[in-house]
């Protein structure tokens, strides 16, 4: 599961609490434009984004042009500029690079379909958001983009909860901690934005 795939690559770079605390504490401070602190976010926060670009690009096919490292750092300054917003916490912080990441790499995409004219786009697999494995688990990225987007306005709170779970590889308590409601409205919410999205990337929409 890609979920847990993610949330394997940070396992294994755990945090302390003390640490976790003074990232909270320079988010603030990022969240209030204060500029030094962007630049020592962004050491302590490379490792695990990398990890989370990395996640990304196992899932894609071959002949793309962007790399991780190019993603990490594109994510980084959208993230960190005057307009990008408050973070609750780290975990949330991470969350909203994952949107951050998403949006990137499907952008890329759309530029790349329109600059050749033809042939699909950027495919990821899927193989722990679609299931059962029914249909074939490799999706377009802009359709996954897409498909996501409609969730969101739709539910906004189950298109957090699949950027959280599904793209951040957050768990069930600390999406639940982000968003301020109990681990089984997660769970309930998760359930619905999965049939949702099934529905959506297997053709099976009316809409």
Not at 39 to 61: C, I, N, Q, W
Not at 118 to 135: D, E
Not at 170 to 195: C, F, G, S, Y
Request: charged share 25%.
């Amino acid at each position: 599961m890609v979920a847990e795939c993610s949330a394997r690559s940070r396992g294994g770079r755990a945090m302390t609490d003390s640490s976790s605390e003074e990232i909270t504490e320079i988010l603030a401070k990022v969240g209030r434009g204060e500029k030094a602190a962007a630049a020592t976010l962004l050491p302590m926060v490379y490792d695990e984004l990398r990890a989370l670009a990395g996640s990304y690009f196992e899932r894609k096919s071959p002949g793309h042009t962007l790399q991780p490292t190019a993603l990490v750092h594109e994510a980084f300054l959208k993230l960190v500029q005057p307009a990008g917003g408050e973070w609750k916490s780290r975990a949330h912080f991470f969350a909203v690079a994952a949107k951050a990441m998403r949006q990137i790499l499907a952008d890329h995409a759309r530029r790349k379909k329109a600059a050749k004219r033809a042939g699909g786009g950027q495919r990821v697999t899927l193989s722990g958001l679609l299931t059962p494995p029914t249909i074939e688990q490799q999706i377009d990225l802009i359709a996954l983009d897409e498909a996501l987007e409609k969730l969101a306005r739709l539910s906004p709170r189950q298109g957090q909860i699949v950027e959280m779970r599904f793209l951040a590889g957050l768990d069930e308590r600390e999406v639940a901690h982000v968003l301020n409601v109990t681990p089984r409205t997660i769970q309930r919410e998760w359930r619905m934005a999965k049939a949702f999205l099934r529905r959506e990337l297997s053709g099976d929409s009316q809409s």
